[in-house]
C-alpha cells in the first residue's frame, strides 16, 4: 500500500521534471501538471538543495519498484550539475532552461546542504557502488572547505562561511550544522581515501560540533539561533540582528551530536543533547506541544506557536537515537534520509 502511494506521488511530481535540461521545477500543480519556480529564487532559477534533495528518494523508489524511471530522472540532474560545476564548485541557483548558474552563491547551509549530503548518502544506498557519488562527493567536499571553511583567529571555532560571488561571508546558519553528521557518516563509510583523511573528517565534524555548541550555550535558553556571525570576537557564534534570534526547533546540531556519539561513544555528547532537551522543555514545551521562540537570546520567551514537523521526524528522533544502542536503527544497516527516515541499504 505505501508503495503503491510512494510510486503515485512520484509520477505525479515528473511533469515537474519536462525542462530543457531535465532540472526539475519547485512547484507544480497536480491537476494539470504545470510547474514553475519560486518568485524569490534568484532569476526564475531553480535551487541546488531541492535538486539534490530528490535523489535518495527516486533512487530507492526504482530500487523498490524495478522500475528505473525515478533513478534516470535524477541522475540526468546530476549529469546536469556535474557539467557546470567550476573546479567542483556548485552554487545554489542553476537555470533550468540552460544548466547555467545563476548566481555564483554557495552555502553548505540553506539552499545548498542536502545536495552534498546525497551525494555522500546515495553511495552509501548503494551499497557503496554508486562511484560517481561518492567521488563528486569527496571533490565537492574539497572544494567547499577551500573556499568556505574557516577557523576564528583567536578562540579557534570552526565554522563554513557562505559564498558570495567570490567573497566569504563569515556567517553560519543553524541549517549548516548538520553538516558535522555527513563528516561522520564519510568517515565512517571509508568514503574518502586514506588513514590521514578519515582522521581530518573526524577533526571537522568534531570541531563544527563544538561550534554549533557554542552557539547554543552564548544564549539566555540553551537555544541556538537561526544564524551565528564570526566578524568580530565579541560576537563569535551570536547573532547579529533580530531577524537572526528565533529558534524553530531545528534538529541539525543535535543531528551532528547523534553521529559523533555512535562514532566516538564520548559521553560529552550525551551531555549537550541534554542539556538541549531541558531547554527544550523550559522554553519550547506548551499544553498543546512544542512551540519555537522568536529570541533565543531572552529568558523570558515569545512563542511563535508553530511545531514545526521535522521537530518529531528528525529533533526528537536523533535525541531518542542518541540515548540508544548502537544496534538499534544501526549506521551499517540503515541511511538516514534529510528528514531522518531511515533507508535500508542495498546488499546485493
Not at 74 to 100: C, D, F, W
Not at 133 to 142: F, G, I, V
Request: overall charge negative; glycine content about 6%.
Amino acid at each position: 500500500l505505501y508503495l503503491d502511494k510512494a510510486e503515485l506521488v512520484a509520477n505525479h511530481l515528473l511533469p515537474a521534471f519536462d525542462t530543457p535540461t531535465g532540472i526539475p521545477h519547485a512547484l507544480i500543480t497536480l491537476s494539470n501538471g504545470a510547474s514553475k519556480n519560486w518568485n524569490w529564487a534568484a532569476g526564475g532559477c531553480s535551487i541546488l538543495s531541492e535538486l539534490g534533495t530528490m535523489h535518495l528518494e527516486f533512487q530507492y523508489l526504482s530500487q523498490l519498484t524495478g522500475k528505473d524511471i525515478y533513478l534516470q530522472k535524477v541522475e540526468k540532474i546530476r549529469k546536469v550539475l556535474k557539467e557546470a560545476s567550476e573546479n567542483h564548485m556548485y552554487y545554489n541557483y542553476i537555470n533550468p532552461q540552460t544548466g547555467k548558474w545563476c548566481q555564483k552563491q554557495a552555502s553548505v547551509g540553506a539552499l545548498g546542504d542536502s545536495f552534498y549530503e546525497y551525494l555522500l548518502k546515495s553511495w552509501v544506498l548503494s551499497g557503496k557502488k554508486d562511484e560517481q557519488a561518492r567521488s563528486m562527493y569527496e571533490d565537492a567536499m574539497k572544494a567547499a572547505e577551500e573556499s568556505m571553511l574557516r577557523k576564528t583567529p583567536t578562540t579557534n571555532l570552526m565554522y563554513f562561511g557562505e559564498q558570495r560571488s567570490g567573497r566569504l561571508d563569515p556567517q553560519m546558519g543553524h541549517l549548516a550544522c548538520f553538516i558535522g553528521g555527513v563528516y561522520v557518516l564519510s568517515a565512517l563509510s571509508g568514503a574518502v581515501s586514506s588513514n590521514s583523511s578519515i582522521k581530518n573528517q573526524m577533526e571537522i565534524a568534531q570541531s563544527i560540533g563544538k561550534t554549533c555548541r557554542e552557539s547554543y550555550i552564548r544564549t539566555a535558553t540553551g537555544l541556538g539561533p537561526e544564524t551565528f556571525h564570526f566578524e568580530r570576537v565579541d560576537v563569535e557564534a551570536k547573532s547579529l540582528r533580530d531577524n537572526e534570534k528565533y529558534y524553530i526547533l531545528r534538529p541539525e546540531v543535535i543531528e551532528t551530536w547523534f553521529y559523533l556519539w555512535r562514532s566516538t561513544h564520548d559521553q560529552i555528547y550525551r551531555d549537550w543533547a541534554w542539556d538541549a532537551i531541558i531547554s527544550l522543555e523550559k522554553y519550547c514545551r506548551l499544553d498543546g506541544g512544542y512551540s519555537g521562540i522568536r529570541d533565543v537570546y531572552s529568558a523570558s520567551v515569545t512563542h511563535d506557536d508553530v511545531q514545526q514537523s521535522f521537530f518529531i521526524a528528525e529533533t526528537l528522533k536523533y535525541l531518542l537515537l542518541i540515548y540508544s544502542d548502537d544496534s538499534f536503527i544501526s549506521l551499517d544497516t540503515y541511511v538516514f534520509n534529510t528528514e531522518a527516515h531511515p533507508f535500508r541499504i542495498r546488499t546485493l
